[in-house]
């Protein structure tokens, strides 16, 4: 009689993983329409580049900074239902924003929509290895592509919908933020009746073979390389559209589309990147992700419309595999701290993004948007440090 609900127990859920992955699109898709509209909020409102940094910032750091905190009182205390509560957050921000009259209340909405973003993501990584049944790296894929997709359909509709019917227009994402409330809710059900027993019987690894030393800095190096990874990144989300605009006199739209392609390749990259270090190993993974991008980005800042398109997809896709590896390799050195790890890495992501595009945009302002992508062209070369990272078989408590 219990050796079905055993096995049940330790069977992948694909259903829950696909419902978390439609949250997270729906999130970052919300996420997404911030950076999308920032030329709509520069010409309204009459912001330097710098400005335009500091909303990312303000956006990033409420959701970096709650992060690991959310994820440390959740491994001690799970709260399922604050996915959905959380999403609450994101659609006042969203409605605050729409109808923002001066630069102080879109920094405020653009703090709420952090906000909501900062509870979702340690809560829904934790869920995302709950459904794993052990596939861990697949499970962080399902989960971070479902964000990807969002964040290259944010931009591609705000192409569409706010440049055509301006601020106003992203009241209407508050539809898809109603929508995130409702599906997270129901997520939230599954975790409180299914994926609470889960973890009790699903421990996996729970102590590797390293020191303690050994587990610091290997930490430390992960979050260089997530460093590398996210202001590159930020580069490239915060300022690309005004890149082909000022380079090569895109329209608007024009360059949101190519946004979109580039987010796009973001995506499948996210998606092969963790079944790739289920199968060879992750350290590898990780190695050739960061690394392997760096003769693209080295020729980026030169090339033409044509191959700045093709140049920017393959270094999307190349440096998306990274991350998924990147968070199952950190929870596999530090096990039962699920909650914090991916509070720590999801919310440094942000972090990182916002901080970076802070300085990125004062140095734009200071110099040129091609002399910045000049500049971030060399971050992967921090990828070498994953030769310092260990190769560990984690133990399996029984």
């Given at each position: 009689m219990?050796?079905?609900?055993?096995?049940?127990?330790?069977?992948?859920?694909?259903?829950?993983?696909?419902?978390?992955?439609a949250?997270?699109?729906?999130?970052?898709m919300?996420?997404?329409?911030?950076p999308?509209?920032?030329?709509t909020?520069q010409?309204q409102?009459?912001?330097?580049f710098?400005?335009i940094?500091?909303?990312?910032l303000?956006?990033?750091?409420?959701?970096?900074?709650?992060?690991?905190?959310?994820?440390?009182?959740?491994?001690?205390?799970?709260?399922?239902?604050?996915?959905?509560?959380?999403?609450?957050a994101t659609l006042?921000g969203?409605?605050?924003?729409?109808v923002?009259?001066?630069?102080?209340?879109v920094?405020?909405?653009?703090m709420l929509?952090?906000?909501?973003?900062?509870?979702?993501?340690?809560?829904?990584?934790?869920?995302?290895?709950?459904?794993?049944?052990?596939?861990?790296?697949?499970?962080?894929?399902?989960?971070?592509v479902?964000?990807?997709?969002?964040?290259?359909?944010?931009?591609l509709?705000?192409?569409?919908?706010?440049?055509a019917?301006g601020?106003?227009?992203?009241?209407?994402?508050?539809?898809?933020?109603?929508?995130?409330?409702?599906?997270?809710?129901?997520?939230g059900?599954?975790y409180?009746?299914h994926?609470?027993?889960?973890?009790?019987?699903h421990?996996?690894?729970?102590?590797?073979?390293?020191?303690?030393?050994k587990?610091?800095?290997?930490l430390?190096?992960?979050?260089?390389?997530?460093?590398?990874?996210f202001?590159?990144?930020?580069?490239?989300?915060?300022?690309?559209?005004?890149y082909?605009?000022?380079?090569f006199g895109?329209?608007?739209?024009?360059?949101q589309i190519?946004l979109f392609?580039f987010?796009g390749?973001?995506?499948?990259?996210?998606?092969?990147g963790g079944p790739?270090?289920?199968?060879?190993?992750?350290k590898?993974?990780?190695?050739?992700?960061?690394?392997?991008m760096?003769?693209?980005?080295?020729?980026?800042?030169?090339?033409n419309?044509?191959?700045?398109g093709?140049?920017?997809v393959?270094?999307?896709?190349?440096l998306?595999s990274?991350?998924?590896?990147?968070?199952?390799?950190?929870?596999?050195l530090l096990?039962?701290?699920?909650?914090?790890?991916?509070?720590?890495?999801?919310?440094l992501?942000?972090?990182l993004?916002?901080i970076?595009?802070?300085?990125?945009?004062?140095?734009a302002?200071?110099?040129?948007?091609?002399?910045?992508?000049?500049?971030c062209?060399?971050?992967?070369?921090?990828?070498?440090?994953?030769?310092?990272?260990?190769?560990?078989?984690?133990?399996?408590?029984?």
């Open positions: 219990t050796q079905p609900a055993a096995s049940k127990i330790h069977d992948t859920s694909f259903a829950v993983l696909l419902a978390i992955g949250g997270h699109m729906l999130n970052d919300m996420q997404a329409v911030l999308a509209i920032y030329p909020l010409e409102f009459h912001l330097s710098a400005q940094g500091l909303i990312t303000a956006s990033q750091c409420t959701a970096s900074l709650l992060q690991p905190a959310v994820g440390y009182v959740s491994d001690l205390k799970p709260m399922p239902y604050s996915l959905a509560a959380g999403m609450v006042v969203l409605v605050l924003l729409s923002a009259g001066n630069y102080p209340v920094l405020i909405a653009s929509i952090g906000v909501g973003s900062s509870v979702f993501h340690p809560e829904s990584s934790r869920v995302a290895r709950m459904a794993s049944g052990g596939r861990y790296g697949l499970a962080q894929s399902l989960f971070q479902g964000g990807n997709v969002g964040s290259a359909l944010g931009p509709s705000a192409a569409f919908l706010v440049a019917y601020q106003r227009a992203v009241a209407w994402y508050g539809v898809l933020a109603l929508l995130a409330i409702i599906l997270l809710f129901k997520v059900t599954w409180k009746h994926g609470l027993a889960r973890i009790k019987h421990h996996g690894e729970r102590l590797s073979s390293l020191s303690k030393t587990i610091v800095w290997s430390v190096i992960l979050l260089a390389l997530v460093f590398s990874k202001v590159y990144l930020s580069s490239v989300g915060s300022y690309y559209t005004f082909l605009i000022d380079r895109l329209s608007v739209q024009a360059a190519h392609f987010l390749a973001v995506a499948l990259g996210t998606l092969l790739l270090g289920d199968r060879i190993g992750r590898y993974v990780i190695w050739f992700s960061i690394l392997g760096l003769p693209f980005t080295l020729m980026l800042p030169y090339a419309l044509f191959w700045t093709v140049l920017s393959i270094i999307g896709m190349v998306a990274a991350f998924p590896a990147i968070v199952v390799y950190a929870q596999e096990p039962g701290r699920v909650g914090m790890i991916s509070g720590l890495f999801f919310g992501s942000f972090g993004s916002g970076g595009a802070a300085v990125l945009g004062a140095l302002d200071h110099t040129s948007i091609t002399y910045v992508y000049q500049v062209s060399y971050l992967p070369a921090i990828g070498l440090l994953a030769v310092f990272l260990p190769s560990f078989k984690a133990k399996k408590k029984i």
